[in-house]
């Protein structure tokens, strides 16, 4: 089976631009959610996706929002880029939920200047 | 509210000798308890899970945790270290049945010396 993949791998953007992440998960996985890594506030869990609907959030703006499409496939927005935004985004995928093993793609580094 | 403590930001050890990661959480429910692994430019890789059915967890390439309720401890160990081994390891906790978050530790940076 092909790994969760996300795409692009790499962005560079400026502040006030937003930017969208995309994220396929293995396939047969329902569950799709996203992650945040920086230095300074390590791995925060951003929000999670089940059968198109958001299930789980985390603690961050509105600012930040996703989607989930019927094939599981998910997407990431980021509006009004701020500095402090530049980190590596992780995504996830699983069967069922959070409570399960999740099989993590490469994630997309992004950098805002 | 979940937490995890990973009480050491760096380990370093030889090969050929044992590793011992320590991890703390508190949850206020059955929680289910992973270790990651994350080699650099690299996603995250589960090397072992526990959800209830077994204290003693045995997970990939070695490594083993044993839950402690009373200690409230998630400890990671290998008895013998690869240079292979060399990453960063991630404590996380998720609230058992609601699974509703995931929350992860700081990290603690593993160095295996030759």
Known sequence: KAGVTQTPRYLIKTRGQQVTLSCSPISGHRSVSWYQQTPGQGLQFLFEYFSETQRNKGNFPGRFSGRQFSNSRSEMNVSTLE????????C?????GLEETQYFGPGTRLLVL | AQSVTQLDSHVSVSEGTPV???CNYSSSYSPSLFWYVQHPNKGLQLLLKYTSAATLVKGINGFEAEFKKSETSFHLTKPSAHMSDAAEYFCVVSDGARGNKLVFGAGTILRVKS
Not at chain 1, 83 to 90: K, R
Request: proline share 0%; net charge positive.
């Open chain 1, 83 to 90: 500095l402090g935004d530049s980190a590596l985004y992780l």
């Open chain 1, 92 to 96: 996830a995928s699983s069967t069922r």
């Open chain 2, 20 to 22: 011992l990661l320590r």
